[in-house]
């Protein structure tokens, strides 16, 4: 099994800045990719970054230049300490969500896993 844990988040005014981190622990053999997806109420779950081994990062329209998703290790073809970060600065109300963490690889038996962390509030007042 893999598990993932997640910190920060919290409540900011607008314009301020939140950091969070996820770290995945357990049965693996290789992570291929981390990252952060959000959802608010009344709203599908949405991406907001992801970052792979190679060091490929995709984000959200929403969230460019104000969002930074960075691993553990900046060494390309690795997670060093199976971790991800997400840096929030710009904060909006409209970014007000539960942040869920996912990780994408394979387990020590060689097969396929994606798992999600059970989610981080971010509240952003206006």
């Known amino acids: 099994q893999v598990q993932l844990a997640e910190s920060g988040g919290g409540l900011v005014q607008a314009g301020g800045s939140l950091s969070l981190t996820c770290a995945a622990s357990g049965s693996i053999f290789t992570i291929n990719a981390m990252g952060w997806y959000r959802q608010a109420p009344g709203n599908e779950r949405e991406l907001v970054a992801t970052i792979n081994s190679g060091g490929a990062i995709n984000y959200a329209d929403s969230v460019k230049g104000r969002f930074t998703i960075s691993s553990a290790d900046s060494v390309k073809g690795r997670f060093a300490k199976n971790t991800v970060y997400l840096q929030m600065n710009s904060l909006k109300p409209e970014d007000t969500a539960v942040y869920y963490c996912?990780?994408?690889?394979?387990?020590?038996?060689?097969?396929?896993?994606?798992?999600w962390g059970q989610g981080t509030q971010v509240t952003v007042s206006s």
């Open positions: 996912t990780v994408w690889g394979y387990s020590a038996a060689r097969t396929p896993f994606n798992h």
